[in-house]
Nanobody
Framework: QVELVESGGGLVQPGGSLTLACTASTDIFVRKPMGWFRQAPGEERELVAT???????NYADSVKGRFAISRDNAKKTVYLQMNSLKPEDTAVYYCNMGKLYHTDYIPDFWGQGTQVTVSS
């Protein structure tokens, strides 16, 4: 059983910043790739960013230059720092522990989701 607990969501003004955190319950965290996904109302869930156990990072084009994913293996926590937030970033954000098939990220376990609302 893998539990992923998210925190840090909330309401922020356009141009503001917010940092999400996701803490895993298992020690295998250190060997697993992690990702952040988001789902806006009426939209499909989309990949936002991933980070491998080695620290290789990929971002969706829509967040490049604004968001930063990082991980702290000692705390078994993955973070998503969100800067220059836009209304279109409004969504439920989901943490994920996955696996790699060559360079492809395959999602496995999901966090509970946390709401991020960007509005003035």
């Amino acid at each position: 059983q893998v539990e992923l607990v998210e925190s840090g969501g909330g309401l922020v003004q356009p141009g503001g910043s917010l940092t999400l955190a996701c803490t895993a319950s298992t020690d295998i965290f250190v060997r697993k790739p992690m990702g952040w996904f988001r789902q806006a109302p009426g939209e499909e869930r989309e990949l936002v960013a991933t980070i491998t156990a080695f620290g290789t990072i990929n971002y969706a084009d829509s967040v490049k230059g604004r968001f930063a994913i990082s991980r702290d293996n000692a705390k078994k926590t993955v973070y998503l720092q969100m800067n220059s937030l836009k209304p279109e970033d409004t969504a439920v954000y989901y943490c994920n522990m996955g696996k790699l098939y060559h360079t492809d990220y395959i999602p496995d376990f999901w966090g509970q989701g946390t709401q991020v609302t960007v509005s003035s």
